[in-house]
């Protein structure tokens, strides 16, 4: 008589958080820091930058928005190959790429050649964050998953952070361009430490069949239970037709037009103040390190605020609903900040930390959606589509910047205008919450019998 079918979205559910799926979760963390480390450390090094090449600081705007056009098209039209050819070896192809264009970017002669670079590097990092994220939530337990996607989209803000402060003691030594270089050379070396520590998704692998990869994974998941070695293992359920279309279909289409409304204005935020905050502060007079140690450190308060948004929206009967504190307390830290640019160093820095931890902190927990809303079959396509959009808002709001500079805008004046995404960021969260209820969908589409387990357990994450 052969065993009964095994769910797999169920033993990631019902096991105790191993020390195997937090291993990968840490390794999922250290590759999508590099992505933050790379992809934000070209707003730190435009000041030095404009004076290398002789230009001003707004004509950067063209090698932000290449990297931003890279970042598009790869996370529309090459990460969701990972729902047909795994996630570990997109994460690792795009952590590749945009490592491999630090020498290019070092020696960079041109804007133009610079240029090429950033998007080869954006391309990277459109291949590398959704598949990421997708790999790591599908290795976390529905009761934590907010927590786990909120902590792997704080990698990328932590890389920024960790930027700003590597830019703060290297820049007025070497230049822009070495910081460029570093951006490239220490996710390589991360990528190499890490490679055999990546495994591919169990759920992928299940929903190819490929049993004999699937049993020793959900041993290391799970070590208290047996698992035959006749055993069936039963993945996701399959979506037929084209993964875009499947977006929009069996009551999708709503809940995927917010998500991507959300995060094209979260982007927006996030891009328009950290390409150019630096160079806004020391235009109102703060001295160049306070600067980059403001905005370094307005990254740490996003990391914080992303992580205790997570928390709420796992702990609390308010689950998404709680993180609208976020947005409340952006805009008010951009308005003091933009009535008093000639606060002393410590206040300039502790209302960075105060716009961080709230705009930027509920543009990550609006991140996190997309990996809760879609089903094991296209989450790679839903995550890919929904950063891809994202980035669209991220690719209008440097040049909105850049032409705003050029044009002799006041830096008060884009801190006010600055305020205006963070607020619709904030309402959208409450109208998702409001018409859908609970941020993650993707366990009853993938099994019922997971979704209930998960609303029943909360038990502690322990090994």
Known sequence: MSSPPIDITKVVDTARFSRFQKRTIVVCWLLLFCDGFNGLSIGYAIPSLSEQYGVSA????????????????????IAPLADRFGRRRLVRLGVLLFSLTAVPAYFA????????????????????????????????????????????????SSGGMIAGLIAASLIPAYGGSALLLAAGAIPLVLLIATWPLLPESVQFLA?????????????RIDPTTEFPDDAVYVGPKEIQGARLRALFQDGRGPRTLLIWFMMFWGLFNAYFLFNWVTTLLTSAGVASSTALIATSMATLGGSVGGVLFGVLMDRTRFGLGSTAIGPAIGVTSLLLL???????????????????????GATLVVQVLPAMAYPTAIRATGVGWAVGVSRIGGLFAPALGGAMIASGVAPRTMLLISIVPVAVVGLCVIAYRVAFGSADHAAAENSPDAASTARDSRAPLGT
């Open 207 to 219: 929903a190819q069949k490929d049993t004999a990869r699937v049993r020793p994974l959900l041993k």
């Open 338 to 360: 933009a009535f008093n640019l000639d606060a002393s160093a410590g206040g300039i820095i502790a209302l960075c930390v105060g716009v961080g931890f709230g705009g930027l």
């Open 58 to 77: 707004a004509t950067f705007s063209v090698v932000v928005i290449a990297a931003l056009l890279g970042e598009i098209l790869a996370a529309m039209f």
């Open 109 to 156: 002669s041109s804007i133009e050649i610079l240029t090429v670079c950033r998007f080869v590097a954006g391309v990277g990092i459109g291949i590398a964050v959704p598949n990421g994220l997708a790999l790591g939530a599908e290795y976390t337990p529905t009761r934590a998953k907010g927590r786990a996607v909120s902590l792997l989209l704080v990698a990328t």
